[in-house]
């Protein structure tokens, strides 16, 4: 059977399951009081997204909306379901939010050693902004990526 994969708001049972992701696939990964306030809306103009594959944590995604300027803070995946189009369900989410919230572009940072992100973010039409030298804290320059957001018709 084809997988249903779908994203929705995350809420702070999600809490434990982005916290446990954050420390697998980032190196510098956000605490769990900061998932924790994220999750629960208390954040001001970011927004935590959840994707479910199977009706099981499969991701998440982390969006901020300020004026024009979306951006992209997080996206991750589990490990085991990596290729099979789970970010791409969250990244389309992301930008449909952006979309309303009024925002012209999204905007992410990536780290330069980073080639399978840069990949994703190549096949979904982001280009190159700048450079941010020493951006991360082992001194890894950072890319700017950014694509064009518009409201579906
Ligand atoms: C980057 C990441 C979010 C991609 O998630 P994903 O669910 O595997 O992405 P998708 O399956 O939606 O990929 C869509 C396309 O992106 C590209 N892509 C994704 N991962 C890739 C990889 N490892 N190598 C090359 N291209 C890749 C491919 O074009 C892919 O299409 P294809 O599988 O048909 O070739 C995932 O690898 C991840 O969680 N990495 C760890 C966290 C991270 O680095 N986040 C980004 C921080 S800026």
Same mark, same amino acid.
């Given at each position: 059977m084809t997988p249903v994969t779908a994203v929705r708001r995350a809420t702070v049972d999600d809490v434990e399951d982005i916290t446990a992701l954050e420390a697998e696939a980032f190196p510098d990964p956000w605490s769990e009081n900061l998932v924790?306030?994220?999750?629960?809306?208390?954040?001001?103009?970011?927004? %935590?997204? /959840? $994707?479910?594959?199977?009706?099981?944590? #499969?991701? %998440?995604? /982390? $969006?901020s909306v300020v004026?024009?300027? #979306?951006?992209?803070?997080? $996206?991750?995946?589990?490990p085991g379901l990596r290729r099979t189009g789970v970010a791409s369900a969250l990244?389309?989410?992301?930008?449909?939010?952006?979309?309303?919230?009024?925002?012209g572009r999204l905007l992410l940072e990536v780290r330069e050693d980073n080639a399978a992100a840069q990949s994703f973010y190549a096949r979904h039409g982001f280009t190159e902004l700048g450079r941010r030298p020493g951006y991360y804290r082992d001194g890894t320059t950072a890319l700017v990526l950014s694509t064009p957001v518009t409201m579906a018709p």
């Amino acid at each position: 059977m084809t997988p249903v994969t779908a994203v929705r708001r995350a809420t702070v049972d999600d809490v434990e399951d982005i916290t446990a992701l954050e420390a697998e696939a980032f190196p510098d990964p956000w605490s769990e009081n900061l998932v924790a306030q994220g999750a629960d809306g208390s954040l001001p103009t970011v927004s %935590y997204l /959840v $994707v479910e594959r199977d009706g099981t944590f #499969a991701g %998440y995604a /982390v $969006v901020s909306v300020v004026d024009v300027d #979306a951006e992209l803070q997080r $996206v991750a995946v589990l490990p085991g379901l990596r290729r099979t189009g789970v970010a791409s369900a969250l990244l389309d989410a992301a930008r449909a939010h952006a979309a309303r919230e009024g925002a012209g572009r999204l905007l992410l940072e990536v780290r330069e050693d980073n080639a399978a992100a840069q990949s994703f973010y190549a096949r979904h039409g982001f280009t190159e902004l700048g450079r941010r030298p020493g951006y991360y804290r082992d001194g890894t320059t950072a890319l700017v990526l950014s694509t064009p957001v518009t409201m579906a018709p």
